[in-house]
């Protein structure tokens, strides 16, 4: 699978101009760690870095829930420790799932400005085929 994929990749670069070809490469599959880092880029980086900024907030929160949690001896205030830190490690799990699903959408629209690019690409080599 790899061979053919690669195999691709090599034919559709022919069909491409150098700057072209420079484009196609930049919008090629990231890692995990290329994919974060992109958070933090364009015009939503303020956005990413103020929820970054909140998790680490709640996740303090939450931690210091737990140690009075434990310190308590009675049950009404362990409740209320107890909610308030339930509270806080859910909130942290949405905005770290909000993150994710931000993180998969700018892959998606990588990938889907890929096929656009080849798209072009064949249609400009079509035009220029059926010029006599």
């Known amino acids: 699978m790899k061979k053919d994929d690669k ?3 090599e034919m559709i670069k022919q069909g491409l101009s150098p700057e072209e070809s420079a484009y196609y490469d930049s919008l090629r599959e990231q890692n995990l760690t290329g994919m974060i880092s992109g958070l933090f880029r364009g015009p939503t980086a303020w956005l ?6 909140l998790q680490v907030v709640l996740f303090g ?5 737990v140690i009075r949690f ?3 001896d009675q049950l ?6 107890g909610g308030l830190g339930m509270l806080s490690i859910v909130a ?24 656009e690019l080849v798209m072009a690409g064949n249609a400009l080599a ?3 085929a059926a010029k006599p």
């Open 7 to 9: 195999r691709i990749e």
């Open 48 to 53: 990413s870095a103020l929820m970054s900024f």
């Open 61 to 65: 929160v939450f931690l210091y829930c």
């Open 70 to 72: 434990i310190n308590e």
């Open 76 to 81: 009404r205030p362990m409740l209320q420790w």
């Open 92 to 115: 942290v799990g949405m905005l770290k799932l909000y993150l994710w699903m931000h993180m998969l959408n700018l892959d998606v629209r990588r990938a889907l400005k890929r096929i």
């Open 126 to 128: 079509r035009k220029k």
